[in-house]
């Protein structure tokens, strides 16, 4: 049975958010099951939305919109506040500085108004969700740069679908906090040297989490890799560009990559978010 179109998807947010999601979705007689990744290529996400023109960390409408086009069906945004509290996708205020020509942390009049690069738009957690809701076979990581707990509240307030977001954590208390929300699969992430492993194997264990991030230095000397990959644990590796790094790292046992990449070769290796919900069960 071939990919459910995705342009005829009509699944509305109150159905994904209903308890008959399973049974009423397209889900639920899409051929899902944990072997459905595509084997032809690991699984990519879009980072910071996505390269556009060459440029990458816009965290703009624009890039995403490209990404989409693309073939992209996960996505990653920088999240923090702008200095009236407004949740805005950006990652650091120097990168949005040079973006911009702008200074100092804008409220979020300046943010919204100003182009990045004098050619793309800016997003704030309204434009997000709304595009969210035209794109219903999108899954979205917030990777929370500031605030993480207030913001992680925020974000689930005006949501109707914590399915489709995926929250990347790093302590015990911001799993447990993430579950609490309703996040049903958080991402555990890894700095350089931090957690280390034997933290990383108990979190696992005791939270059952199913995806664990490095950074590409780290997954360099991981020795952890087999202990993950025999309990079903997808390794998710960041900033990964090319088609060549992306075999080399494959090879190394990586399951799915943060990119900026214009060069996917087959997708992603998720090509419906019903085979992404169905590889987390």
């Given at each position: 049975?071939?990919?459910v179109a995705l342009k005829q998807l ?272």
């Amino acid at each position: 049975m071939p990919p459910v179109a995705l342009k005829q998807l009509t699944l509305s947010f109150a159905l994904f958010a209903s308890p008959s999601f399973a049974r009423e979705s397209p889900c639920a007689s899409y051929p899902v099951s944990g072997q459905a990744v595509i084997q032809s290529s690991a699984s990519l996400i879009a980072h910071a939305a996505g390269e556009i023109d060459s440029k990458t960390y816009t965290n703009s409408l624009d890039a995403l919109n490209l990404s989409y086009q693309r073939g992209f069906r996960v996505f990653e945004l920088d999240l923090r506040r702008t200095s009236d509290g407004t949740i805005v996708a950006v990652h650091d205020w120097a990168g949005w500085h040079r973006m911009t020509g702008a200074k100092g942390t804008p409220d979020h009049r300046e943010f919204m108004s100003l182009l990045l690069w004098q050619k793309y738009q800016a997003l704030d957690l309204t434009a997000i969700t709304v595009w969210m809701e035209d794109h219903p076979d999108a899954l979205m990581i917030a990777d929370i740069k500031e605030d993480r707990g207030n913001i992680l509240n925020e974000i689930r307030a005006a949501i109707l679908t914590p399915e489709r977001w995926i929250p990347e954590v790093y302590t015990k208390e911001e799993i447990e906090h993430a579950l609490d929300l309703g996040f049903p699969e958080p991402i555990l992430m890894t700095d350089w040297n931090w957690p280390d492993h034997s933290t990383i194997k108990e979190l696992v264990e005791s939270y059952q989490i199913r995806w664990v991030g490095f950074p590409w230095p780290r997954f360099l000397v991981n020795r952890l890799q087999p202990w993950l990959a025999e309990r079903g644990v997808k390794t998710l590796v960041h900033t990964v560009s090319s088609s060549k790094a992306r075999q080399y790292w494959r090879s190394r046992g990586a399951d799915i990559f943060y990119t900026e990449a214009t060069d996917i070769e087959a997708g992603p290796g998720y090509r419906h978010v019903c085979e992404w919900l169905g590889a987390r069960e």
